[in-house]
């Protein structure tokens, strides 16, 4: 099933000219869980990956051998959709309670080579705002499950660019690392439904007159909308001409579908939510921060951004037409279960030469 962003509430290049100077078209993954095969575009599904082609391998010196089991969390999930709505059972409990004691794996070394996960598998032909080298048409993404690499104590993130035709015999089975530091830096299995829409830049990299023009402008469209709340508030007994309560629930229920809706930049028109490739990075906890490439300084874009939620109570004007049913679904909002920095991080590449080091971003 295609997933389809909704239009956006305003047409803000209309209202606002000088914003499409600020534009960037961004591929939305909308991944949502299944199961994928190595010819796809997928979240921590089965890659094409030679079968003669060594594993990538986190040589970092760290605790290994202590953490969460990876069959352990994949079965916890499992456990938790399948009783999803109703109270666990008593073998469902059991089951949940044995996992918390099974955390080691004996034998396993702080030096020792370890299997790097699977995240993502992006091809060209899927994803059209992926920027890579010249010549490869799929990019494979890795990362490090223990959050202790580097000054940001983070996981390790490699990437590997390579032609599809490429590839004949597939690895298979595909290594992975028995552990992970966190249960959230295991990504569940996901299909991808690839979307391409248009952002525009955070308001903080915009120039101060704009800035101070959107302001205003949302200043006098929550005027409006304090102005119709006004005039159309009920009281909270049940007037004459309403019969009962229920006849008023319906009435104030109509009533609220004719208020306008809130509308602001940050969370409506400027930067889509989720799991995208390319597009723009929104800085909304700290402070905009220069990614200059390192070996060139070339100011770096995001690559890749993996998210939490799809969409949250603040961006949920950009929930999927598809998915408007089911929105309160957690395999919708969050889909993937993996959760970095605050809720999100960004890979960010150098645009003159993607095979520079790429640079991390969190928020």
């Given at each position: 099933?295609?997933?389809?962003?909704?239009?956006?509430?305003?047409?803000?290049?209309?209202?606002?000219?000088?914003?499409?100077?600020?534009?960037?078209?961004?591929?939305?993954?909308?991944?949502?869980?299944?199961?994928?095969?190595?010819?796809?575009?997928?979240?921590?599904?089965?890659l094409?990956?030679?079968?003669?082609?060594?594993?990538?391998?986190?040589?970092?010196?760290?605790?290994?051998?202590?953490?969460?089991?990876?069959?352990?969390?994949?079965?916890?999930?499992?456990v938790?959709?399948?009783?999803?709505?109703?109270?666990?059972?008593?073998?469902?409990?059991?089951?949940?309670?044995?996992?918390?004691?099974?955390?080691?794996?004996?034998?396993?070394?702080?030096?020792?080579?370890?299997?790097?996960?699977?995240?993502?598998?992006?091809?060209?032909?899927d994803?059209p705002?992926?920027?890579?080298?010249?010549?490869?048409?799929?990019?494979?993404?890795?990362?490090?499950?223990?959050?202790?690499?580097?000054?940001?104590?983070?996981?390790?993130?490699?990437?590997?660019?390579?032609?599809?035709?490429?590839?004949?015999?597939?690895?298979?089975?595909?290594?992975?690392p028995?552990?992970?530091?966190?249960?959230?830096?295991?990504?569940?299995?996901?299909?991808?439904?690839?979307?391409?829409?248009?952002?525009?830049?955070?308001?903080?990299?915009?120039?101060e007159?704009?800035?101070?023009?959107?302001?205003?402008w949302?200043?006098?469209l929550?005027?409006?909308?304090?102005?119709?709340?006004?005039?159309?508030?009920?009281?909270?007994?049940?007037?004459?001409?309403?019969a009962?309560?229920?006849?008023?629930?319906?009435?104030?229920?109509?009533?609220?579908?004719q208020?306008?809706?809130?509308?602001?930049?940050?969370?409506?028109?400027?930067i889509?939510?989720?799991?995208?490739?390319?597009?723009?990075?929104?800085?909304?906890?700290?402070?905009?921060?220069?990614?200059?490439?390192?070996?060139?300084?070339?100011?770096?874009?995001?690559?890749?951004?993996?998210?939490?939620?799809?969409?949250?109570?603040a961006?949920?004007?950009?929930?999927?037409?598809?998915?408007?049913?089911?929105?309160?679904?957690?395999?919708?909002?969050?889909?993937?279960?993996?959760?970095?920095?605050?809720?999100?991080?960004?890979?960010?590449?150098?645009?003159?030469?993607?095979?520079?080091?790429?640079?991390?971003?969190?928020?």
């Amino acid at each position: 099933m295609t997933r389809t962003t909704p239009p956006r509430p305003v047409d803000i290049e209309a209202v606002f000219p000088a914003l499409a100077r600020h534009r960037r078209t961004t591929t939305r993954l909308h991944p949502r869980q299944g199961t994928a095969k190595p010819e796809d575009s997928s979240v921590a599904g089965p890659l094409l990956w030679p079968a003669d082609e060594p594993w990538p391998v986190c040589t970092s010196v760290h605790p290994k051998a202590k953490g969460h089991l990876l069959s352990d969390v994949r079965l916890r999930r499992r456990v938790q959709d399948e009783a999803r709505g109703r109270d666990f059972t008593d073998e469902e409990r059991r089951l949940l309670d044995g996992m918390t004691r099974r955390r080691h794996v004996p034998g396993l070394c702080d030096e020792d080579p370890l299997p790097m996960l699977a995240v993502a598998q992006l091809y060209v032909r899927d994803v059209p705002d992926l920027v890579g080298p010249e010549g490869p048409d799929l990019l494979q993404v890795f990362w490090c499950p223990f959050e202790v690499h580097g000054p940001e104590r983070s996981i390790d993130v490699e990437l590997r660019w390579r032609r599809a035709a490429d590839v004949g015999a597939v690895l298979a089975p595909q290594p992975e690392p028995p552990v992970a530091g966190r249960e959230e830096c295991v990504p569940t299995s996901c299909v991808l439904h690839p979307e391409q829409v248009v952002e525009h830049e955070y308001l903080g990299l915009l120039g101060e007159d704009l800035q101070d023009e959107i302001a205003e402008w949302e200043e006098d469209l929550l005027d409006e909308v304090d102005e119709v709340d006004d005039e159309g508030a009920y009281d909270s007994s049940p007037p004459a001409n309403h019969a009962t309560y229920e006849e008023y629930e319906a009435a104030m229920a109509a009533a609220r579908a004719q208020e306008p809706e809130e509308i602001d930049y940050m969370s409506d028109l400027s930067i889509a939510p989720g799991w995208k490739a390319g597009g723009f990075a929104s800085w909304h906890l700290t402070d905009p921060r220069p990614m200059g490439c390192p070996a060139c300084g070339t100011p770096m874009p995001p690559l890749l951004t993996v998210a939490t939620v799809e969409c949250d109570g603040a961006s949920r004007s950009w929930l999927p037409v598809e998915d408007r049913d089911a929105a309160d679904d957690p395999r919708v909002i969050d889909p993937v279960g993996v959760y970095l920095g605050r809720g999100l991080m960004r890979i960010h590449t150098c645009p003159t030469d993607p095979t520079h080091p790429h640079r991390l971003s969190f928020q």
